[in-house]
């Protein structure tokens, strides 16, 4: 009983991550980089117009980021909840 | 040294030290065979999956289009990495727990059913061989290029050196061989685009120097988009798709890299649950090494060709112009008797310039079916990574290197996907369903035969392309999101899913997106014309219709699981297990 709740809670703080990683995921592309582009083109970052820069740039890098960041937060909360693969091989 | 022994000199080299590889690598059994054991390190994966992915279409095509399209170019920059996002947290860690060898097993185990499996395999099929159809082309393209080849020779002599890494060392030799292939395809794509940066911006980041300023100090984008306005075309910055259609293209476009085969396949070589999350975000960071520099080496490529061509006498023309238009990639018609080029918007001939045999006064070759307006040049978007070192005037061996990186880039992709073709058929198919008692030993010779024979279809559709090729391979991403990706990721985060809703999502979303094609982009082989784009559904292209079919194979999938039955308890438990990292596998088993 108390191994299925520990399941469920991790898989409960799982979701919680991705929904906020995702989030941002979409925020840049879809919203800096399609949605809202014309809008911040407005803005410039050297010789980028910024929505044009996020389209073809800014993007990637957050993306690499975002894949980091859910890497730390995963083995984190493996530990948190005793799945860490380190321990049991 | 010239250019052409350069290109023998490095192709030869990076060649060796694949055979060289893949020998050392040679499979022993078919774990061996389909996931190189499961034992390759994150980063060694990361690399592999990263050549595995950087395709033909990523290494000469991509920058080509970009450059052509600016800004509406976006979406295979942010749909093919942003996809990567969605494989790493939505796909990656939960199909390695998992633990099964192919798609097409999580597919059959997780909805309990064979129809799903052979749903599943269908699919990983079409998607497949739409895609391996277009690397095999873009090898034949490289070898005659640079190798002074016949085109045909050219997929022939690519068929062979494919087969033969694929038969000796299957997965495992796969694996080795494309992480030599990343390291050299890299190398190649970032040399030229360093050189150029430094000539043009004075800034040896591409990245950066893209943003940065020319010699007369305005800044780089500024300039082209002025060049751009000057000769009537839309400004590079600016896009000419409509928002919705960019939204739609690109979310297609990441729901199909997460979903394609041989890219999902990847994660099961891995030992361990953290290792495949690791291993995705190595992938992506290499890739991003590429896909950063594209965009640049566009706007580098764009502003030189525009300042090299444009207005100038055919007569004074440098010579990397009249090779490209031997190969009949370039072509030049002087429409207003000027001996000038004039570059400006519109198409300068009827799709494909159609040559005769004659020369012209200036010695061009003539084209039969030039169009009406003022554009006189024609100019294949794929040439733009090829001849931009020819273009900057950078040193042979630099133009020998980027023809190393080019078949890097198509033969590991090739590989990758012809393994996928293959195991979907000896192990999914015969030893899933029709034979379950052939041994190992049979399995592993049924994969093999089953590549020579994919690699024989792969090279007719490269020699022969049926039209339709070109325009297909970008819709392999749709047919993948309308049919993978929901049924996988409903299969994880939605235990109540089941067999009914599964089957009934992939078959109705592959066939919807399968319909749409037809209708409005190949037609059907003399009996059906596509339709123009002013009759599209709310205005959305094929290519981000996936988008589309994608939604609506979600709704059906979910409306239909909860008008039948649920899953069995042992499925649920399935579905339990994998949301949780090894340490509890055990656990919950008893």
């Not at chain 2, 109540?496 to 009934?504: F, Q, V």
Request: net charge neutral.
């Amino acid at each position: 009983m108390d191994k299925n709740r520990n399941a469920k809670n991790y898989w409960k703080e799982n979701k919680k991550y991705l929904l906020i990683l995702l989030g941002i995921w979409f925020i840049i592309s879809f919203g800096a980089g399609i949605l809202f582009k014309d809008y911040l083109n407005n803005f410039h970052l050297g010789g980028f117009k910024l929505g044009f820069w996020f389209a073809q740039q800014g993007s990637i890098y957050i993306f690499v980021l975002l894949i980091f960041i859910y890497i730390r937060l995963m083995n984190k909360l493996d530990k948190k909840y005793g799945y860490s693969e380190d321990d049991t091989d | 040294m010239s250019i052409e022994v350069w290109t023998w000199l490095l192709v030869g080299i990076s060649f060796a030290l694949y055979f060289g590889i893949a020998i050392w690598a040679r499979a022993g059994s078919t774990k061996d065979f389909y996931v190189a054991g499961g034992g390759v390190s994150p980063l060694a994966n990361g690399m592999a999956t990263a050549a595995d992915w950087m395709s033909a279409a990523s290494f000469i095509s991509m920058a080509g289009i970009i450059s052509f399209s600016g800004y509406d170019g976006s979406v295979y920059l942010m749909g093919w990495t942003g996809g990567y996002v969605l494989l790493a947290l939505l796909l990656a860690p939960y199909l390695r727990k998992f633990g099964k060898f192919t798609v097409p097993d999580f597919i059959g185990d997780r909805y309990y059913s064979n129809t799903a499996r052979t749903v599943a395999i269908i699919c990983a099929l079409i998607v497949s061989f739409t895609y391996v159809a277009g690397q095999m082309r873009g090898v034949g393209i490289v070898f005659s290029q640079f190798l002074q080849v016949e085109i045909n020779l050219g997929v022939i002599i690519g068929m062979i050196v494919v087969l033969i890494f694929a038969f000796l060392g299957g997965m495992k030799g796969i694996t080795y061989t494309q992480v030599a292939q990343y390291c050299v395809l890299i190398f190649a794509f970032m040399v030229p685009a360093i050189f150029i940066s430094i000539q043009m911006t004075g800034n040896p980041l591409p990245q950066i120097g893209m943003g940065g300023r020319v010699e007369d100090g305005t800044f780089l984008l500024e300039k082209l988009d002025n060049l751009h306005t000057q000769l009537g075309f839309n400004e590079y910055t600016s896009g000419t798709k409509s928002t919705w259609d960019v939204f739609a293209i690109t979310l297609a476009l990441m729901a199909g890299t997460s979903g394609l085969p041989h890219v999902i396949v990847r994660f099961f070589t891995v030992p361990k649950v953290r290792d495949a999350r690791k291993s995705a975000g190595w992938a992506l960071l290499l890739i991003a090494i590429l896909y950063t520099t594209a965009p640049a080496v566009s706007v580098f490529a764009r502003t030189n060709l525009i300042e090299t061509v444009s207005e100038t006498p055919y007569a004074e023309i440098p010579e990397w112009f009249k090779n490209w238009e031997n190969t009949g990639l370039i072509a030049w018609t002087d429409k207003n008797n000027d001996g000038k080029i004039q570059y400006l918007k519109g198409e300068a001939v009827n799709e494909k310039p159609l040559f005769t045999e004659k020369r012209g006064a200036y010695g061009q070759r003539m084209v039969s079916n030039a169009t009406t307006n003022e554009n006189e040049l024609y100019v294949d978007r794929d040439i733009m990574v090829l001849a931009n070192p020819e273009i900057a005037q950078l040193p042979n061996w630099v133009i020998g290197l980027v023809a190393a990186g080019g078949l890097a880039a198509a033969l590991s992709t090739a590989a990758g996907l012809l393994l996928v073709i293959s195991t979907s058929i000896s192990h999914d198919l015969l030893k899933k369903q029709l034979k379950p008692d052939i041994t190992d030993k049979q399995e592993l010779l049924a994969a093999r035969i089953s590549i020579l024979i994919a690699v024989l279809i792969a090279g007719l559709f490269g020699i022969y392309p049926p039209g339709f090729v070109a325009a297909v391979v970008a819709l392999a991403f749709g047919l993948a999101a309308a049919s993978f990706f929901p049924a996988i990721v409903l299969g994880i985060f939605d235990k109540r899913m089941n067999k009914e809703g599964a089957i009934a999502g992939m078959t109705v979303g592959i066939s919807l997106m399968l319909f749409y094609m037809v209708r409005f982009k190949t037609g059907l082989w003399g009996i059906m014309e596509p339709l123009p784009s002013s009759e599209w559904w709310f205005g959305i292209s094929p290519e981000g219709f996936g988008t589309i079919a994608m939604f609506i194979n979600i709704a059906l999938s979910i409306i239909v699981s909860r008008f039948t039955a649920a899953p069995p308890d042992e499925v649920q438990d399935i579905v339990e297990k994998i949301r949780i990292p090894s340490g509890a596998g055990k656990a919950t088993e008893h």
